[in-house]
């Protein structure tokens, strides 16, 4: 007997039989069919034949092993790209056009200091106790390290003048992290997570995207989701590679990266607001975990400032 003749002879039958993941049942016709799950357990349609969610991206079967492994080399160049990129350096920096390839950021980079300080706190040396002192002792101050303040702050803005070594700065932090990712370095990094992803967006170019957004004709809920999407979107746009996206997008849908947005003194004075916007959005649908945004100092002000965020400023070389 045909599973149709089946079907129209016993209709309990077919209306018990239930789909398992990457399959759909079908008895009789779609508007009295069970269309069950995907491959994230999500149900697609119900017995009436209406769609009740298509928000998430689902899969039909799970990976193959040629695709994991398309995936994984596609993870694994765009670190490199990104890690060669932030190590870059413009001929400019190196002596002009005879300047010697070989240098790069991670061979000359210096570490920062913060304008801030810190107490040095120390036991009583042995002779100090002989003479009375005992216990902790303060040795002065010394300079909070900008890594220091990465480490112990999540959401962090960056100040500093022309030249003060921001941009610098967080093109080596991304460059470590990647090659923590590539395994070439060995030990995490200080305070960071050791899966999280680098990336990098330099905010001149993200505000021609955010300054097309016509936001007054939508609601909130989905004001934030168009500002989200445009970084996103931006983002996806900067990668071209098809077979790493889907691994990106799961990231930032577990918040799994550090996520660096460079240069808010470059993005016009009128769109700086929606910079903050956009961020705060992205904050609430993807819980980024860790954020850093740069800015010269005399441009974090009013609608440019970020809630919620820890700001330092970058000291001076000659301090």
């Not at 149900?43 to 209406?50: E, F, P, S, Y």
């Not at 470590?176 to 999280?196: H, S, Y």
């Not at 168009?226 to 849908?253: C, G, N, Q, T, Y």
């Not at 904050?283 to 974090?300: D, F, G, M, P, V």
Request: glycine share 6%.
């Amino acid at each position: 007997m045909e599973l149709e003749e089946m079907f129209e002879q016993d209709h309990s039958f077919a209306q018990s039989i239930q789909a398992g993941d990457y399959s759909i049942v079908v008895g009789r016709d779609v508007k009295d069919s069970n269309i069950l799950h995907n491959s994230n357990n999500n149900l697609i349609a119900n017995n009436g034949g209406q769609i009740t969610q298509i928000t998430n991206h689902y899969t039909n079967a799970p990976q193959s092993d040629v695709e994991k492994e398309k995936a994984q080399n596609a993870f694994r160049s765009y670190l490199e790209k990104l890690r060669r990129h932030c190590n870059a350096l413009p001929l400019a920096a190196l002596g002009g056009d005879d300047a010697d390839e070989d240098i790069t950021l991670d061979k000359i980079y210096i570490d920062l200091d913060t304008t801030q300080s810190k107490e040095i706190l120390e036991e009583a040396s042995e002779k100090e106790r002989k003479g009375g002192i005992s216990g902790i002792i303060s040795r002065g101050e010394t300079p909070i390290s900008v890594m220091d303040v990465t480490a112990e702050n999540k959401k962090l803005v960056l100040l500093g003048d022309a030249g003060a070594g921001k941009s610098t700065f967080v093109k080596e932090l991304l460059a470590l992290q990647a090659a923590v990712l590539l395994g070439e370095i060995k030990e995490p990094l200080t305070g960071i997570d050791p899966d999280l992803i680098p990336v990098l967006i330099v905010l001149r170019d993200l505000s021609p995207k955010l300054a097309g957004l016509n936001l007054g004709v939508l609601s909130t809920e989905n004001q934030k989701q168009a500002l989200s999407d445009a970084i996103l979107e931006k983002i996806r746009e900067e990668i071209k590679a098809a077979e790493f996206i889907p691994v990106l997008e799961k990231a930032f849908e577990n918040g799994k990266v550090l996520l660096v947005l460079d240069g808010l003194d470059e993005v016009p004075q009128t769109l700086r607001g929606r910079v903050r916007q956009a961020v705060g959005a992205l904050i609430q649908l993807h819980k980024i975990e860790r954020l850093i945004i740069t800015s010269r100092s005399r441009s974090y002000t009013g609608q440019a400032v970020f809630p919620n965020f820890q700001n330092y400023t970058i000291a001076p070389f000659d301090k």
